[in-house]
């Protein structure tokens, strides 16, 4: 089955700086890869998603691209901000639908 | 409002003694799942629904049944409990796995087998 791999574990940076966590996936047939925000005693929710045929997509502050050929992707935010602290988990799903998530990055916004 | 709702919020229980656990959601997806989170393990999926009375194992379906009678409903059913079964439970709705529409994930549950 799909084996989805995320890091770093745990990430602290400076308010206003950047953000970066990467995933690697090992099924190559996975064609959709959706990022999930998960504060503290809070569902998971959906912040961006991007489609197999798309290299990268932007909404305001975030940004996923993704590199089929690596199979890897990864979740960019600009310009972080105290809010942004919380755990992020990456997936990625085969054509049968099926969603396989990495084990979370924990983002700590210092102010 | 949208939502997805689960019930219980928390159960502790005892080894063997069967439980199920609600979940119904109300914005006609077709789409269903349940996933169990635990500690440095992320989400993993238990089983999902892509319409009624069709549903596919995901990656850790033992010890665990769901069923899809009704579009709205997709119970999590343990028919024989064990401790290895303690974990924090959530159910998610969407319009298509794939679809551009967020999905919805319930508030959690909590469940501790003892």
């Known amino acids: 089955g799909e084996n989805v791999e995320q890091h770093p574990s745990t990430l602290s940076v400076q308010e206003g700086d950047s953000a970066v966590i990467k995933c690697t996936y090992s099924?190559?047939?996975?064609?959709?890869f959706p990022w999930y925000k998960q504060e503290l005693g809070k569902r998971p929710q959906l912040i961006i998603d991007?489609?197999?045929?798309?290299g990268e997509k932007k909404d305001q502050r975030i940004a996923v691209t993704l590199n089929k050929t690596a199979k890897h992707f990864s979740l960019h935010i600009t310009e972080t901000q105290p809010e942004d602290s919380a755990v992020y988990f990456c997936?990625?799903?085969?054509?049968?639908?099926?969603?396989?998530f990495g084990a979370g990055t924990t983002v700590t916004v210092r102010a | 409002e949208a939502q997805v709702t689960q019930n219980p919020r928390y159960l502790i229980t005892v080894t063997g003694k069967k439980l199920t656990v609600t979940c119904s959601q109300n914005?006609?997806?077709?789409?269903m799942s349940w996933y169990r989170q635990d500690p440095g393990l992320g989400l993993r999926q238990i089983y999902y629904?892509?319409?009624?009375?069709?549903?596919d194992k995901g990656d850790v379906p033992e010890g665990y049944k769901v069923s899809r009678k009704e579009k709205r409903n997709f119970p999590l059913i343990l028919e024989s409990p064990s401790p290895n079964q303690t974990s924090l439970y959530f159910c998610?709705?969407?319009?298509?796995?794939?679809?551009?529409?967020?999905?919805?994930f319930g508030d959690g549950t909590r469940l501790s087998i003892l």
């Open positions: 099924d190559s047939a996975s064609n959709y």
């Open positions: 997936a990625a799903s085969t054509p049968d639908y099926k969603l396989s």
């Open positions: 991007i489609r197999s045929n798309v």
């Open positions: 914005m006609n997806h077709e789409y």
């Open positions: 629904s892509m319409n009624v009375e069709v549903t």
């Open positions: 998610a709705s969407g319009q298509g796995a794939h679809s551009n529409q967020p999905q919805h």
